[in-house]
């Protein structure tokens, strides 16, 4: 193992190295540890054998005339409003990766702010400012449907990673 | 700089706002079978994806007025497809279907292929099942983690692109892939970090 960097400060640079997002300056750092590091280098085997392996997970085709089909619904259906397309992820079912010191604050700042949002906004659903809210290419946070005051809280195991890569070659 | 294929659906989503209905078709043609396959590989059920693909389509029809064309539709697309997908699993967890994928069967018998058998993605690789291995192993990640790995791995598309559709940070996309990665070794059971065969690895180079 590198004497300089240890394997914790460099594995989860492991999948941006093998995806090809991890900045040039970043990648010397990672293959200096890997000429001396097999777990580390097994981790990339290991990494890009998983991607190669669902890369190659089969689909059942779709014949033309269910596409046409299909087709037909689509136009077939009467036309309805949409709601807003943020993705609602799900609340882990456990209480282990909750930060669980914050569990009165989150309560008491989605009390202030059920409160709040009904003064100021009126029902959320139904407040057509709250609808229709459409993605912009950055992706960047504030575009969910979802006010934050009713944001769950940060799971550990999404923590954010904070190199930021630069873009891949085409 | 918009790539050519981006501006070509910008010009096709203007036209058909502007009431042709052909430019929607063009778009339906073009992606149909990239929603199909990333609804597929969440619902793992044929008439299931169709479905999901159908609302998909149904959607963004409806929605097109909404969309701002200065991002990129397919990012867009894949948001509503990998939303409908969550949904339609989600709701159908609580209404299992009879006729289950024979896929998803199997694999739920699979109870003990676990840690005590370590073998290596290459190993996996070898056998006619790992397909359907993969993909019970992916079926047990969170939705976020299945979301971005699937994005990553199939559908080949970039950090940027994935924090895009999924409306995160890149930070996040990177974290989430690292779990996912991480935990698809632990489903899998293979110890990457025992294993005697050794290589340089070099990845994709940055330009
Ligand atoms: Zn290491």
Redesign the pocket.
Known sequence: ?NANVA?KD?VWKIGPFVDGELPTDERAAVEE?MVN?N??VQMAINFRQLDALAAKDSVPPVTGEEWSRLWQGVMARPHEPIKSEAISWPRPSSFKYWIVPSLSAAAAALIGFTIGSLYFSGPGQLNPSNRHKPMTESGGNGTAALPTGSEPPVEIEDEVFSIKPSKPPK | MRDPSDAEDIEKVEEFLAGDQRAFEFLFDKYREKVYRIAYRFVRHKEDALEVAQDVFFRVAMSLDKFKTDSKFFTWLYRVTVNRSIDFTRQKKSRPRQNLDPEVLETRSDAGYGRTQERCPSELAEGKDTERLLASAVSKLTEKHRATFLLHAVENLSYKEIASVLDCSIGTVMSRLFYARKKLQEILGYGGLESPGRGRIIGKTHT
Do not use: L, S, V
């Open positions: 193992m394997c460099i540890h590091c777990d580390c």
